[in-house]
């Protein structure tokens, strides 16, 4: 789809595109319009829930859609959903909806479900007839009681047992403030919210524990509550915007990315309940350079569908609980058009986001280092979901314009190897402070243990490692993964260059003995084929080690030579001090 420029009118192109999108859905749905399956990988709960995802989260979509026009929308638009529910809540229908179980993928849907039915209640419930209406209160009350995974599906149960109570259908106050209570504890300060218990920051925090928190808070018109929140939402968005590029680009980070634009619903949440830090036209260009990006790239593709993936299907980007349908979660993306056209959100100028150059926040353990070259860069030390080892989470540093490979862990990634050949892996993040952590791992060598710090001057990140490690292990450390089959050159130092000019530099200073580049031919997110550049110690003689490497992301020239001669590493018994051009000493002691 050729997305026409944004300008004033920008509202009314995001009515194109939800427009674009939810016509493209048609052909895959069901007789009566319950299920919409869509081609794809099926996912772990199967087609029947797959159908039913495909619905749900289409018709939230819808939901903003009709709500934001207050009705003026085609009428087959509403004409289509209503059939839908009436036909999903039959059960003499061949395309009846399954029951809400514990732990099933449908309690995920019956909130999506839920939210839209109240943004559409004047044009779509409220005319729906009583048997219907009555159908559809009995499969969302099956949510009661119902077990929960203890994170953001918690929200699930709160929203549609607030739906049931603003019609008059069974819920239990007691239940919704239980699971109120529960999200407490998962927010760590200053907006930040773990998604259940854990290091578990990513999407999340925005596009599940803020927009169900506000939203239920704003269906129940708990004004005290939503007050709260406001304040939370607030701090939040003034971090969560560094995660963008200019260009629009998210970083590449956490799971479920294939929801891809749904990562800007937290900043029309912000302007929809009057909680945000950001000016109205600062809103509207990180929304529209967002979508943007995504169009520009494939997504939805040329039948107008979104896939499995990032830009393009690329399958390692989901989760086994990833259906053909999940990929509409991106519906909260359109959450901006339930503010009316004379909001300032669509009519002030755009304005361009101030560019920060390091910024430390705590609560998820990253430093977000940004420059002029339109490139953002997370570095991860705080972040381990659930200590799983995950290429989402467990790498060192991610960013805008590159994702993680899943062949191997080199990109991304400090590790010991031994003689066996198995790489420690990084799997439970230990913090020691801003921009530094550790990891103990073990290999058939033995014991490891591995503490990193990161310190950031413009597009330079300089890693100091201290290693302790068995005798005979060697020590690698691992660049960014570029893609579209980069060219490389390798020396003492490693580089790698995608075609448009994206490099991806690994500079040895200490502690090293050689270089080199891990290609992956399935490549990552952003391409086939990717290069990962890294360089490697020689065999480990006494513990600890010190190990000190430059790694860059750029996309200026690079002379890996320069870079060596332009920082001083002075290596003591316990500690590091790094000298960058123009500047003291830093001490590193970890």
Not at 239 to 244: D, E
Not at 348 to 377: F, K
Request: glycine share 10%; proline share 8%.
């Amino acid at each position: 789809m050729e997305l026409p420029p944004f300008g004033t009118e920008s509202r009314a192109r995001w009515e194109a595109v939800a427009d674009h999108l939810l016509d493209s859905v048609v052909p895959f749905a069901s007789p009566g319009f319950a299920l919409i399956s869509l081609p794809g990988r099926q996912s772990a709960a199967g087609a029947l829930s797959d159908g039913l995802e495909g619905f749900a989260r289409t018709f939230l979509l819808a939901g903003f859609r009709i709500g934001g026009a207050r009705g003026a929308v085609p009428p087959a638009l509403v004409e289509r959903y209503a059939e839908g529910l009436a036909t999903g809540t039959d059960p003499a229908s061949p395309f009846a909806w399954p029951a809400l179980a514990d732990l099933s993928q449908q309690l995920v849907e019956a909130a999506s479900i839920a939210l839209a039915l109240h943004e559409t209640r004047p044009w779509l419930f409220d005319r729906l007839s009583p048997a219907v209406q009555g159908r559809v209160v009995d499969w969302l009350a099956g949510f009661a009681g119902k077990r929960v995974h203890d994170n953001n599906w918690v929200l699930f149960r709160v929203v549609v047992g607030q739906f049931l109570a603003s019609v008059g259908g069974p819920h239990d106050p007691a239940e919704i403030a239980a699971d109120v209570a529960r999200v407490e504890r998962w927010h760590v300060g200053d907006g930040w919210y773990t998604d259940g218990d854990g290091a578990n920051f990513d999407y999340y925090c925005g596009w599940a524990m803020h927009l169900y928190t506000v939203l239920w808070a704003r269906m129940a018109g708990d004004e005290t509550r939503l007050d709260v929140y406001r304040e939370r939402l607030r701090a939040f968005l003034g971090h969560h915007r560094l995660l963008f590029a200019p260009d629009g680009a998210p970083v590449h980070h956490g799971r479920s990315l294939t929801y891809r634009f749904a990562t800007v619903a937290p900043f029309w949440l912000g302007a929809l309940v009057d909680a945000t830090p950001l000016a109205p036209g600062e809103t509207r260009r990180l929304a529209n350079a967002t979508l943007r990006h995504f169009v520009a790239r494939g997504a939805p593709d040329d039948a107008g569908l979104l896939s499995l993936g990032w830009h393009r299907p690329f399958l390692p980007t989901t989760q086994p609980y990833s259906g053909p349908g999940s990929p509409y979660w991106a519906s909260k993306a359109f959450l901006g058009l339930l503010l009316p056209p004379e909001h300032p959100v669509w009519t002030a100028p755009e304005e361009t986001s101030p560019v920060e150059p390091v910024v430390a926040l705590p609560e998820p353990g990253w430093l977000v280092q940004t420059t002029g070259d339109g490139i953002v860069r997370l570095l991860n030390h705080g972040t381990d979901h659930h200590r799983t080892g995950d290429p989402h989470y467990a790498r060192l540093a991610y960013s805008t314009h590159t994702g993680p490979g899943f062949e191997s862990t080199v990109d991304g990634h400090v590790a010991v190897v031994g003689p066996s050949g198995v790489p420690s892996r990084r799997e439970r993040i230990d913090r020691i402070g801003p921009g530094a952590s550790g990891y103990t791992a073990t290999i058939p060598e033995g014991p490891v243990e591995v503490r990193t710090a990161s310190l950031v001057r413009g597009a330079w990140e300089v890693r100091v490692h201290r290693v302790t490690a068995p005798a005979g292990c060697v020590v690698r450390d691992g660049g960014y993964a570029v893609a579209d089959d980069p060219t490389v050159a390798v020396t003492r130092h490693a580089v790698a260059t995608s075609p448009d000019g994206l490099t991806s530099a690994v500079v040895a200073l200490h502690g090293w003995e050689s270089a080199g580049v891990a290609r992956e031919e399935a490549g990552t997110a952003f391409g086939p084929a990717s290069a990962a550049p890294y360089v490697v110690s020689g065999p480990v003689t006494s513990s600890p080690s010190w190990h000190v490497s430059l790694v860059a992301l750029t996309r200026s020239a690079v002379s890996p030579e320069d870079l060596a001669d332009a920082v001083r590493v002075d290596v003591g018994t316990n500690r590091v001090a790094i000298t960058f051009p123009g500047e003291d000493a830093v001490a590193v002691a970890l």
